[in-house]
């Protein structure tokens, strides 16, 4: 079943392109036609790369992986942060920090220094520090906050990013591929699309189309961690399961051992009893007739 349909992306605005005199011809597969100077993109085979991309998203959130979701332009931001932060995925919406995949190092740095001075706030160590220096630190840690502060948990590279407007997040693009790293993407008209893993020719500008798909996509890594959930549950029963059943056999064993010593002894306390009976001479009833 489609995770979306026509009229859904249709109402959204997800089939506005842009001007003809910016598009890239590398888009040309994915327009449907031209109006009034504007291309049009084609919702159907959009409609197939959703699916196809939330797939793939499902399968990386089913395998306990992290999505890093970009975009830092305006109109986008909210959104992002909210959908990414429904699925417990990291999320950058402010400005790129150069290098934050290819020197993920020094930025998880940064993200220590972040904790070190919530630490010493905590623990009364900043409490002699003059106002001058408190605000000093403080300004420091609220711009570590804006910057890194929903990366603060990713202590790994991610194992996919997914980007809104491929032409503003071109380094992120960029980074990713020169690490082997599979980019999800809504990409629009006047953007390359040849450098991106898994295409969502869409309009990459409106809110409704933005938060449309990504609540596709979302929905697919809810369901992916939903089921990882799952399995972690089944997984964690058979192996308590086979405990107890490892537990039991030594228990069974022990009592078959008993049960054996049991009718061993028995059968010794009976045997002198049967030699008794053996022995013992015929009655004048039981002995035979004279002849």
Not at 2 to 16: E, K, S, V, W, Y
Not at 157 to 171: S, Y
């Amino acid at each position: 079943m489609a995770r979306t349909n026509f009229d859904q992306l249709l109402q959204a605005g997800c089939h506005f392109g842009h001007l003809r005199r910016k598009w890239n011809p590398a888009m040309a597969p994915y327009i449907f036609m031209e109006r009034n100077g504007i291309h049009i993109i084609d919702l159907h085979k959009t409609v197939a790369k959703i699916d196809e991309a939330a797939e793939v998203l499902k399968g990386i959130a089913k395998a306990g992986k992290k999505i890093l979701f970009v975009s830092t332009k305006k109109q986008a931001k909210e959104i992002v942060a909210e959908k990414a932060a429904s699925v417990n995925m990291p999320y950058v919406i402010e400005r790129w920090p150069g290098g934050m995949l290819t020197n993920f190092p020094t930025i998880r740095k940064a993200v220590k220094k972040m904790t070190t001075i919530d630490r010493l706030m905590n623990d009364g160590t900043y409490s002699n520090l003059s106002k001058r220096e408190l605000l000093q630190v403080t300004r420091q840690r609220a711009k570590l906050e804006k910057n890194l502060g929903s990366i603060a948990d990713l202590s790994r590279l991610p194992n996919a990013l997914f980007v809104i407007d491929v032409m503003k997040e071109h380094i992120a693009v960029k980074e990713a591929k020169r690490l082997g790293i599979p980019v999800f993407a809504i990409v629009d008209t006047n953007s390359d699309p040849n450098d991106i893993d898994y295409v969502i020719p869409a309009n990459d500008d409106a809110k409704d189309s933005i938060e449309t798909i990504l609540a596709a996509c979302c929905a697919a890594i809810a369901e992916g961690l939903e089921e990882r959930k799952i399995e972690k549950a089944d997984e964690k029963a058979a192996a308590e399961q086979s405990e107890e059943a490892a537990e039991a056999r030594p228990r069974r064993a022990r009592r078959a051992r008993k049960d054996e010593d049991a009718a061993e002894a028995s059968a010794q306390v009976e045997a002198p009893a049967q030699a008794e009976v053996a022995e013992t001479p015929a009655t004048e009833e039981e002995a035979p007739a004279a002849e």
